[in-house]
């Protein structure tokens, strides 16, 4: 082959083979916030940006849209982007590229939500902590973790505090695996809420409001949340007050709730331990609002309860009349509370092992106030036979990025 054809050959070879990946590394200091945003846009599929020890001074959010790339810090603690000065209400960093990894270090005080990712399908948050370092306030952002109309999601060994409706939510997602996290002073500590193939296990969710919500809202383009399983769970002393915004949905969430389903299908629950919320360790109900969405379901369906450590609980219910109810009790609420309300005789809302007692507001019908509660001891089916769950939790392919 004489040279020239063979320099040719070799350079359209070179030209086709992809490029290796990268490590682009930032250091804190003056320029950071162009240093590092340049990084995240000049970042090529499977590069890695590496984030040195120290406090990120961050004035502006922080966006991702190449795909493959992951963000790596030296540790929670060590590297911190500090948006405390930060200009704009958006979120700390912006996600919106598949097969990206998140790990090893933490966001503080955004003015915003903390890391949003929307439509990033096979997301990894690994060993992130978002924190509002100054407790529990209306005005922290929404959102600590916050994966949205995604397929493929997997938080592990993460951290959250402070936000304003829940630590870590994943909204309008698939195939969802949250698991050894730390959820705590937020409104909600975890939320799954028109969601699918959901496992939420080993987390510790404490000094919430409420602890884990599995939640199915109306008027979002993805409804009909289902098939979650909440297990090996440790759930306890959820009683910090409410403090959302006027207007959220989770303003309504009571203090002291465990675990809460609200209008989900196939919602099982075993394994967790649950202990001092004092409203109700374990909480199951209807969609309580009007709606004029023709596709959504209210009701509770199939939300099973099986083997659950239950301590304490029940003992101050934050509901108007419920010192009286519990009174009538013998002191505390039975664990379980139920509102009554099911789609259909033929599906009940809810089972339950008897082992664990069960209340109800004995209500007729979805929106019915709770003035006209009738409460008394509920009486609920045995569980069935687990059900296929099908493909449920994150993709096993993400756990390896976990190395």
């Known amino acids: 082959m004489p040279r020239f054809q063979l320099f040719c050959t070799i350079a359209l070879a070179a030209m086709a083979a992809p490029l290796a990946a990268e490590t682009h590394r930032v250091a804190p200091g003056e320029g950071a916030q162009e240093r590092l945003q340049e990084a995240l846009i000049l970042a090529q599929p499977g590069d890695e940006i590496v984030l040195e020890p120290g406090r990120f001074v961050l004035t502006d959010g922080l966006s991702l849209d190449v795909k493959g790339v992951t963000v790596r810090g030296a540790g929670s603690d060590a590297s911190v982007l500090d948006f405390t000065t930060q200009r704009d209400a958006g979120e700390g960093l912006l996600v919106t590229s598949d097969n990206v990894t998140l790990r090893d270090f933490a966001v503080e005080n955004p003015k915003g939500d903390g890391i949003k990712s929307k439509g990033a399908d096979n997301i990894v948050y690994h060993r992130i902590r978002v ?81 884990i919500l599995v939640f199915d809202l109306p008027g979002l383009p993805v409804m009909g949340g289902g098939n979650v399983v909440v297990r090996n769970n440790l759930v306890v002393a959820n009683v910090t007050p409410n403090f959302a915004p006027p207007g959220n949905i989770v303003a309504s969430v009571l203090r002291g709730t465990g ?89 009940p809302a809810l089972r339950a092992i008897p082992e664990i007692a069960a209340w109800t507001l004995n209500l007729e019908r979805q929106g019915q106030s709770l003035a006209d509660a009738k409460p008394g001891l509920a009486t609920l089916p045995p569980p069935p036979e687990p059900w296929d769950f099908g493909e449920i939790g994150a993709p096993a392919e993400l756990a390896a990025r976990l190395k």
């Open 131 to 211: 924190t509002w370092t100054g407790g529990p306030k209306s005005t922290n952002g929404a959102y600590g973790i916050y994966p949205v109309e995604s397929t493929g999601v997997l938080i592990d060994s993460s951290e959250v505090s402070g936000a304003s409706d829940a630590g870590i939510y994943v909204g309008q997602s698939r195939r969802i695996t949250v698991r050894n996290s730390l959820a705590s002073e937020n409104v909600a500590g975890i939320e799954i809420e028109n969601s699918r193939d959901a496992v939420v296990e080993e987390n510790l969710v404490t000094r919430n409001t409420g602890g």
């Open 259 to 347: 675990i809460m389903v609200m209008a989900n299908e196939k919602v099982w629950i075993e394994g967790n331990l649950l202990s001092e919320n004092p409203t109700a360790p374990l909480m199951v109900a209807a969609y309580i609002q009007p709606f004029d969405d023709a596709r959504y379901n209210p009701y509770p369906r199939d939300v099973v309860i099986t083997e659950n450590m239950v301590g304490e609980g029940g003992t101050d219910p934050a509901f108007e009349g419920g010192q009286q109810v519990a009174a009538a009790f013998g002191g505390a609420l039975p664990p379980i509370m139920w509102d009554g309300l099911s789609e259909s005789a033929d599906r």
